[in-house]
């Protein structure tokens, strides 16, 4: 059991994996207390369920509500509503909405993303058919924390897989995937036990193969 922990609110969009991957953790090693707030700007996001069906209180800030151009508004009804919550990390799960400065400055240094690559490569989307047609020999996916950038931040973990022959992008995305439900995890039990620097100096893993 740990003694003390640091509040955080998960965001998420869709399906949440890696969500439920943290809650599995969480729930196994007795922080689940630390997630105070799933959130989701879809209303018919799956994950919402998942997380409610684990004693997680959850909500629903629907970006659409807003209006096409108003993103700065919806930025902040979320700034406000993660700061009445008083978490203190904020973790990006699937969460697809690109976040402006207005949000990120009250939570800099404590807002964390996992991207399907290995950053600096291939920021934005189709990260895994980027990949491949650039050739790549390895690929993986990188958990850092959020700047106002592009998936930019500094770089705190990353989990390497090889791009095998005969890989398509669903092949090499589903092999991705495992290694974001072991490291993204770990890193956030890290944040909220208020040790995340010592854990991971900017740490690389490589996938183990039999």
């Known amino acids: 059991m740990i003694a003390t922990v ?3 609110a998960i965001l998420i969009s869709g399906r949440g994996s ?3 991957s ?3 953790l969480a729930e196994a090693e007795g922080w689940l207390g630390a997630v105070q707030l799933v959130l989701s700007n879809r209303p018919a996001a799956a994950g919402l369920d998942l997380a409610s069906g684990r004693g997680v209180a959850t909500a629903v800030l629907d ?3 807003f209006g096409r151009g108003n993103r700065a ?3 902040a009804a979320l700034a406000e509503r993660l700061l009445a919550a008083k978490v203190r990390w904020v973790v990006l799960a699937g969460f697809m909405r690109i976040l402006g400065s207005d949000f990120v400055s009250p939570f800099a240094g404590r807002i964390l993303n996992i991207h399907p690559s290995l950053l600096p490569r291939h920021p934005g989307l189709h990260t895994h058919q980027r990949a491949l047609d650039a050739g790549d020999s390895e690929h993986g996916c990188t ?3 959020v700047d106002d950038t592009l998936d930019g931040g500094p770089i705190l973990a990353q989990a390497r897989v090889p791009v095998l022959p ?3 992008a669903d092949a090499l995305a589903a092999r991705v995937l495992v290694q974001e439900h072991l490291l993204y995890p770990a890193v956030v039990r890290s944040a909220v036990r208020g040790s995340l ?3 991971f100096p900017a740490h690389s893993q490589r996938e183990k193969t039999a």
């Open 6 to 8: 640091e509040p955080a």
């Open 18 to 20: 890696n969500m439920s």
């Open 22 to 24: 943290i809650l599995d």
């Open 63 to 65: 970006h659409r509500s």
């Open 73 to 75: 508004a919806f930025d």
């Open 143 to 145: 958990v850092h924390l």
């Open 166 to 168: 005969g890989d398509d």
């Open 197 to 199: 620097s010592r854990d």
